[in-house]
């Protein structure tokens, strides 16, 4: 999907220099430079406008369920949507699923590489997943060798509610540390497969671990991250722990996707608050 493929008033009424069609020469010299992915027609990293990230609650073997949503997210200018994929079933709908919606589309894929396999088969545009997870180290290699191919960038996700257990014990639970060594584990396992299209994310319910380890992965890697805090909760809470967490690694330079994870199927919310924290902070979205 290009740039210019949303309605043109999408950014009416914004602050110009900032928000809604930002050029690469509107980029903040204070955001850390990062490598840059491609995704779709996304440009990720590199301190191009953060790209805000919304996920879709429904499954994609409910075809026309699955695109209505999507599609409701691309009229209210969300930009990527992640979508689970649990099954082969779910993953072989996407092909289908693409031909109904603009956004790119991101799948959520854990512990069965066939899935990862046939998602890059079908046309998805990036994958999340945990090599660590996978299992089987050949598997990792046919994922990141067809992901390659196809020039799908892959997101390693961390969390600190499904941490390793050995990490854990070393550590004493899931501390700042404990993430970081979590997802250089899982970068260097696609790197000794010699894949580097990576980005990478690291989060947790606790908002000062969630901020923590992402100023320390910041200062090992130069891959581009997605920042947000898991679970951040309902109402006033959830606004309040996202706001802050999302809003203090902003603040550092770091961040080039971002997605509010309220407890809500109200995703016009999650996006409202997650470009109003990057207006507030005067950084580029899209």
């Known amino acids: 999907m290009k740039g210019d493929d949303h309605p043109a008033d999408a950014g009416a009424g914004r602050t110009p220099g900032y928000g809604q069609g930002l050029t690469p020469k509107y980029a903040r010299p204070d955001r ?9 027609g996304l440009v990720i990293g590199g301190r191009m406008p953060v790209v805000v990230q919304e996920m879709a609650v429904s ?46 589309l991101v799948g959520d894929v ?37 992901a390659a191919e196809r020039g799908v960038p892959i997101r390693v996700g961390v969390n600190a509610g499904s941490l390793e257990k ?48 992402n100023l320390l992965i910041s200062s090992r890697v130069d891959y581009p991250l997605h920042v947000g805090v898991s679970e951040a909760g309902f109402g006033e809470q959830g606004t309040v722990r996202s706001a802050v967490g999302i809003g ?5 330079g770091i961040g080039d996707t971002v997605r509010v994870s309220l407890t809500s199927r109200d995703r016009a919310s999650n ?11 005067r950084i580029p979205w899209i």
Not at 171 to 198: M, N, Y
Request: a positive charge; one cysteine or more; charged letters at 30%.
């Open 110 to 146: 854990h512990f069965d590489e066939r899935i990862a396999l046939e998602a890059i088969a079908r046309g998805i545009d990036k994958l999340r997943l945990n090599p660590g997870n996978i299992g089987n180290p050949r598997g990792v290699e046919g994922v990141a060798r067809a």
């Open 166 to 213: 050995d990490l854990l014990e070393r550590h004493g639970g899931p501390v700042p540390e404990a993430l970081v060594e979590s997802a250089l584990r899982q970068v260097a396992i696609l790197e000794r497969s010699r894949f580097s299209d990576i980005v990478i994310s690291i989060k947790s319910s606790d908002v000062r671990t969630t901020v923590d380890a």
């Open 271 to 281: 996006l409202a608050l997650c470009r109003g924290i990057l207006d507030s902070l």
């Open 32 to 40: 850390r430079n990062t490598r840059t992915v491609r995704v779709g």
């Open 59 to 104: 499954s994609p073997r409910d075809l026309e369920r699955a695109a209505g949503e999507i599609l409701s997210l691309e009229e209210i200018g969300c930009r990527l949507v992640r979508i689970a994929l649990p099954d082969i079933e779910a993953a072989r709908a996407v092909k289908a699923l693409k031909e109904r919606v603009r956004v790119p």
């Open 248 to 252: 203090a690694i902003l603040m550092n």
